[in-house]
Nanobody, 118 residues
Framework: QVELVESGGDLVQPGGSLRLSCAAS????????VSWYRQGPGKKRELVAT????????TYADAVKGRFTISRDNTKTTVYLQRNSLKSDDTAVYYC???????????WGQGTQVTVSS
């Protein structure tokens, strides 16, 4: 069983920056794609960004393009989400998801709360 632990959530002012971390219990990035999702108050969970295992290519939701950056540190089995120019609409619980490239196994973290408010 793979465990994912998110951290870095906090209260931040609009326009501020914050980096979230997702630490995996084992090295899995050679065959797993890792994504960040978020769920705002009264909203459905939505995909924010993905980093692909083989190529390290990345994709982003339109709402965060140019402001968020997903990256990984293979030696630490950690994936990061750097978020800049934060807006109130970015307030949400952020979840880390790891899914193998065959889409037969999916793991979720417990989530970390980010609140953007003055």
């Amino acid at each position: 069983q793979v465990e994912l632990v998110e951290s870095g959530g906090d209260l931040v002012q609009p326009g501020g920056s914050l980096r979230l971390s997702c630490a995996a219990s084992e090295f899995l990035y050679s065959s797993y794609n890792v994504s960040w999702y978020r769920q705002g108050p009264g909203k459905k969970r939505e995909l924010v960004a993905t980093i692909f295992s083989s190529s390290s290519a990345t994709t982003y939701a339109d709402a965060v393009k140019g402001r968020f950056t997903i990256s990984r540190d293979n030696t630490k089995t950690t994936v990061y989400l750097q978020r800049n120019s934060l807006k109130s609409d970015d307030t949400a619980v952020y979840y880390c998801q790891a899914q193998n490239i065959w889409r037969t196994r999916t793991y979720w973290g417990q989530g970390t709360q980010v609140t953007v408010s003055s």
